[in-house]
């Protein structure tokens, strides 16, 4: 479930842990205040799997090959 970003007039900033599905919250859990949706800033975004780095699509033919110095 995503964590999304809240602030409170009264309390303050706050995150809370909602289904995607569900309406955002329009009062503060702690003190039934009025509060607003925050646009996070930050995504933690995990790519499993093989294919996502360099090394996973790189074949031996497209390595340049170095040469010993003399």
Not at 5 to 27: A, I, R, V, W
Not at 35 to 48: A, H, N, Y
Request: hydrophobic fraction near 20%; glycine fraction near 8%; proline fraction near 7%.
């Amino acid at each position: 479930m995503p964590i999304y970003e809240y602030n409170c007039s009264n309390c303050g900033h706050f995150e809370q842990k909602q289904s995607m599905k569900d309406e955002p919250l329009t009062k503060c859990p702690t003190c039934d205040g009025p509060v607003q949706r925050l646009i996070s800033k930050t995504v933690g975004i995990i790519f499993k799997g093989s294919g996502f780095y360099i090394n996973d699509s790189k074949s031996d033919t497209n390595q340049s090959k170095e040469t010993p110095a003399s």
